[in-house]
T-cell receptor
Framework: DTGVSQDPRHKITKRGQNVTFRCDPISEHNRLYWYRQTLGQGPEFLTYFQNEAQLEKSRLLSDRFSAERPKGSFSTLEIQRTEQGDSAMYLC????????????FGNGTRLTVT | GESVGLHLPTLSVQEGDNSIINCAYSNSASDYFIWYKQESGKGPQFIIDIRSNMDKRQGQRVTVLLNKTVKHLSLQIAATQPGDSAVYFCAENGVTGGGNKLTFGTGTQLKVEL
């Protein structure tokens, strides 16, 4: 399977704990995006990278959230001091940077904060 | 701010009938639009896209229509099948920040009745 891969698929954590998610994009894609989706809603943009550079962050991305893409390939999203409101599906997507290129999504990481 | 909305939260159709899912967008500067299909527990799956210099684009069993005058987008699915049951999202790129950052609506649940 050469699609976008996310790990883990599910994560249950206690409030106050730190969690880290990983995303492996489609190898030919140089852009990588993180989105968050809550039940019954469409995905909301969090941040995106072009190669290793983080080019934009949403105001939804509080100081407790940090994303990295150190070598321009895989990316990690860390949430520190998790809160119950962080419970959501975290989606990763990748795309080409040239022209109008659709985003291709992974199957997400479902986070539950108890 | 910009928003993408859908007219109907749930659409029920008989197997074999054609389905039409509608979407209104508010950012007149958007020049790229995408339809995604999302099945339970999975990430959004790309269906079809259209640029603002086009009015219509066809794929396999799907057609997207774009009316820039009234800022309206629709997805037509021909001969709807049970496997088409899912939530459908339209998304627009806007032009804020570039990078093909997409803004999604809340989705339409398509239910195919046998």
């Amino acid at each position: 399977d050469t699609g976008v891969s996310q790990d883990p698929r599910h994560k249950i954590t206690k409030r106050g704990q730190n969690v880290t998610f990983r995303c492996d994009p489609i190898s030919e894609h140089n852009r990588l995006y993180w989105y968050r989706q809550t039940l019954g809603q469409g995905p909301e943009f969090l941040t995106y990278f072009q190669n290793e550079a983080q080019l934009e962050k949403s105001r939804l991305l509080s100081d407790r959230f940090s994303a990295e893409r150190p070598k321009g390939s895989f990316s990690t999203l860390e949430i520190q001091r998790t809160e119950q409101g962080d419970s959501a599906m975290y989606l990763c997507a990748s795309s080409w940077s040239g022209g109008f290129s659709p985003l291709h999504f992974g199957n997400g990481t479902r986070l539950t904060v108890t | 701010g910009e928003s993408v909305g859908l007219h109907l939260p749930t659409l029920s159709v008989q197997e074999g009938d054609n389905s039409i899912i509608n979407c209104a967008y508010s950012n007149s500067a958007s020049d790229y639009f995408i339809w995604y299909k999302q099945e339970s527990g999975k990430g959004p799956q790309f269906i079809i896209d259209i640029r603002s210099n086009m009015d219509k684009r066809q794929g396999q069993r799907v057609t997207v229509l774009l009316n820039k005058t009234v800022k309206h987008l629709s997805l037509q699915i021909a001969a709807t099948q049970p496997g088409d049951s899912a939530v459908y999202f339209c998304a627009e790129n806007g032009v804020t920040g570039g990078g093909n950052k997409l803004t999604f609506g809340t989705g339409t649940q398509l239910k195919v009745e046998l």
